[in-house]
Every structure is written in C-alpha cells, then in structure tokens.
C-alpha cells in the first residue's frame, strides 16, 4: 500500500443536525456509526479456504466506542508468507477485516522503535519478529505496565520523561576554543559505547521490568542506558559527568536496579542493558569515593 | 486523551511461564533469602532449650531428629541455603560486571550443584542422629 496518497481538498465542516450538540458528540457518533459499518465487512471476509493461514489474537479497547470501553481479544485469520511479520499480520488484518485497528508503525525495519508490543509473552518489535517462530494462536498486547490509549497503543509519555531525565545530550562543560575543532573520539571509547548508542526508544525494556511495574519513579533500564551513553564517552565535561552520575544514583536510580536481566532479554537491539547499569553502580561508588 | 486503560499487574505473574534465567534466579534467590530468615528464629529456638540444661537439649534435638518430617525438611534447608550461597556468589559477580553474558549458565550451574549436593546429603539426613 503506497502511503502516498493524494490530498483530497478539505471539506469545510457544516453543522446541518440540530440534535447535535458538539462537533465531538458529532465525531464521536460518526465513529460509532464506522465502526458498526466496519463489523458488517468482517462478515464477507476473503476466502481463506486451503490457504496457509494463521490466528492472531488481538487486544482490543477503545474508551470512545461503547462496545469496546470492556478489553477484549479478536481473532483474525491472515494468510501466512515465509519471512512475514507480526507487523504485516496486523496490518492485513487492519487492511482487510477491521480499519479501526490501531498501533504504532513507521519504519518497518526495527529503526524507529514505534511498534513494540507484547507478542505471546514477551516485549517484542511487531516489525521484527517472524509470525512462523511464534506458538498459535499468536496474542498481540500493548506492552504491559503502561496505560492502553487504544487497542495496541500505549502512553508513552512517562517513558519519554524518565529519558530526559537523565539529560540526554552531549556536554563538554566549555566550547572547544577552536570552534571548528574536532571531537574526535578515541577507537576503544567507541567500542565501549557502541552497543549503548543504539537505543531506538521503543520502550520494551521498561515494560519488562519487574522492579519499574511496580516502582513508576524508577528510571528504568533505557534511561539508565541513555546516562551510560554520555556518562562513558571520553568527550564528556568531568562537570557534567559528576552532575549525571548523581542523577542515576538517586533513590529511583541504579540501585533500583536488581539484576533480573529481564530488560537485556527483550531489547530488540541486543543492548547489554544489564552490564551498562551494573557499570554505571560501580561508577557511582567510585565518584562516592573520591569524596573521602 | 480522553480516557486510558490501566491493565495493571496482573500478567507479572501471569507470565511467569515466559521468565528468563535471570528472573527465576531473582525469584528463587529472594525466596531462599527469606527462608533462610526464617529458619534463624527456628534455629535461635532450638538452640535456647540448651538453657535448660543439657538433657533437655539433647531431649529436644532426639525428639526432633526422631520425626521424619525434620529430617525432610533438613534436606529442603540444605538445598535453600547451598542455592542461596551459589547464586550468592554469582550475584557477586554480576556486580562486578564480570561474565555478565554469561549470566544464564552461571544459574543452571549453581542449580545443577545445588541439586548434586542435595542429593548426596541425602543419606546423611535420613539416617538422622544417634545418640
Ligand atoms: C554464604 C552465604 C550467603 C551469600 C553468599 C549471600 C548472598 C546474597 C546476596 C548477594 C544477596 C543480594 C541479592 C540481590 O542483589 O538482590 C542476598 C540477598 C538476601 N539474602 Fe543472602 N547470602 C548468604 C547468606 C544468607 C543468610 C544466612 C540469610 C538469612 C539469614 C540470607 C538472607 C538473604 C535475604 C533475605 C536476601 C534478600 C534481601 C532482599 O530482599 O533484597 N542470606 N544474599
Ligand atoms: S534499550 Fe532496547 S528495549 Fe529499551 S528502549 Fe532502547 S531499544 Fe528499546
Ligand atoms: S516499525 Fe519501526 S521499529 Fe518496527
């Protein structure tokens, strides 16, 4: 499907019903109403028959539509390729039985992190994972511990703020006199952050993590990956890097932090996010020591 | 956002089928923590009956040695504090950051020996104390 679509001109909006109160009453019935449509076209579904296929089973919830304020799963049937993914399921399914199944895509090569869910158990990008690995029926969840906006969909914002606050940003505490100059890094500090430069934001990590589903002020394992990026770049003020360590070593911080590797088993970019912070409980330790 | 749904805790625990080594390593280690506390105050208890004097002492721990659920459960505290001691040490490592991706198999094994050492102690425990 081309995402190329031709702007059609706007249509002003005119309010001709005298019943309707509000332009979001208006929405919200017109909705309702696409809905009901949309039910009716899961009934002349495309003949599957002697096709290979395969049952997705998907979370389902919208505070907006009556029928679905109660979660509850949908199945659909989707024709199986070799080498499709969970993306690819939900899409068909989206495309073909149910328009208003909703979750997050864009790159579809696991670089914008905006597709990770809760696929049979376990924090995966939709995008990543092969439908043919996984045991059917295969369950698609919003990722647990964060709040469903709407069917795969999840609030965001509380893992976005434990990410800025750890600052994340580079700072050499002065300019370069020069300012031209390169900052060149050295070969071996780069192997040592490579592998924490390649957080994609997607969240999963957080959702698997015992000890933040039950501690939201815990800054969690990407956040803590993010102060271990600059905090262990050579190029980094020895200001700034004090100021951070004592971010992450604060009530919430590192020492929240009790090794379940859970977070390491999930990150679909095979970061190392146990050892990272385990790194960063040792480097506290030794900023603590310096003062005595 | 007009409204959102909190699914709360419920699939913790609901998981647990999917727990990684590390998890169950967490939650065995937590447990034969716990244990292992608990088992001090029986201890402390055991012990104190001393206060009265040897025979009385040595009344307590005939009595006890002579149940056979003692001695089962002797076995289940071995194989608690020797898991807790192993994973202990274990754990030692993990924070100094060494053979952190190697982390699972340091598990199996301190499991794998626990189990060794429980099973050989076996016929030490069953056959109890004889005074
Ligand atoms: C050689 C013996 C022992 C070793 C090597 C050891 C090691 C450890 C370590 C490393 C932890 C921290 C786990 C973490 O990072 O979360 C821990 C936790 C714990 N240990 Fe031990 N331990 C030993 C003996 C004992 C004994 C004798 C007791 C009971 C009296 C005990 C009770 C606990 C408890 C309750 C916890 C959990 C604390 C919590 O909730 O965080 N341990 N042990
Ligand atoms: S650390 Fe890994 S799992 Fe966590 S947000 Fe970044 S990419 Fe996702
Ligand atoms: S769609 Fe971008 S990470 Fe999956």
Not at chain 1, 178 to 189: C, G, I, L, S
């Amino acid at each position: 499907m081309s995402t190329q679509v031709p702007k059609e001109p706007e249509t002003e909006e005119v309010e001709t019903d005298p019943v309707v109160k509000s332009a979001q009453d208006r929405r919200i019935r017109e909705k309702a109403e696409r809905t009901a449509r949309e039910r009716v076209k899961t009934d002349e579904a495309p003949d599957l028959e002697g096709e290979d296929t395969r049952v997705i089973k998907v979370f389902r919830y919208d505070p907006e539509v009556p029928e679905k304020q109660e979660p509850r799963f949908d199945e659909f049937h989707v024709p199986f390729d070799k080498g499709m993914t969970v993306l690819d399921a939900l899409m068909y399914a989206r495309d073909t039985y149910d328009s208003s199944l909703t979750f997050r895509h864009s790159c579809r090569q696991a670089v914008c992190g905006s597709d990770a869910l809760f696929v049979n158990g376990s924090q995966r990008l939709g995008c990543q994972t092969q439908l043919g690995d996984l045991d059917e029926p295969i369950r698609i969840e919003p990722l647990p511990h964060q709040d469903v906006v709407k069917d795969l969909v999840v609030d965001m914002q509380h893992f976005y703020e434990q990410m800025e606050a750890v600052d994340p940003f580079f700072d050499p505490d002065d300019l370069p006199a020069d300012e031209m100059a390169e900052q060149a890094q050295t070969r071996a500090n780069r192997e040592k952050i490579k592998m924490s430069t390649r957080c994609i934001w997607c969240g999963a990590c957080m959702s698997s993590c015992n000890i933040a589903a039950g501690n939201n002020d815990y800054l969690g394992p990407a956040a803590i990956n993010k102060a271990y990026r600059f905090a262990m770049d050579e190029r980094e003020g020895s200001d700034k890097k004090r100021e951070r360590i004592e971010i992450i070593e604060r009530e919430n911080g590192v020492w929240r932090c009790q090794t379940q590797f859970s977070c390491t088993e999930v990150c679909p970019k095979d970061i190392p996010l146990t050892e990272h912070i385990q790194a960063l409980k040792r480097e506290a330790v030794k900023e603590n020591l310096k003062f005595w | 956002m007009s409204q959102s749904f909190n699914r709360g805790l419920v699939e913790d625990f609901g998981r647990w089928r999917e727990f990684s080594a590390g998890m169950w390593a967490w939650v065995f280690h937590k447990f034969t923590g716990w244990v292992l506390v608990g088992y001090l105050f029986t201890h402390i208890a055991v012990l104190s009956t001393a206060l009265s004097g040897p025979a009385a002492y040595t009344n307590t721990i005939t009595t006890l040695e002579g149940l056979l659920v003692v001695r089962v459960l002797e076995v289940g505290l071995l194989a608690v504090a020797v898991f807790h001691m192993l994973n202990g040490s274990r754990l030692l490592l993990v924070d100094l950051g060494v053979g952190l991706e190697r982390q699972d198999v340091s598990f199996y094994a301190s499991l794998i020996l626990t189990g060794a050492i429980v099973v050989a102690s076996v016929p030490t425990f069953m056959a109890g104390v004889s005074l």
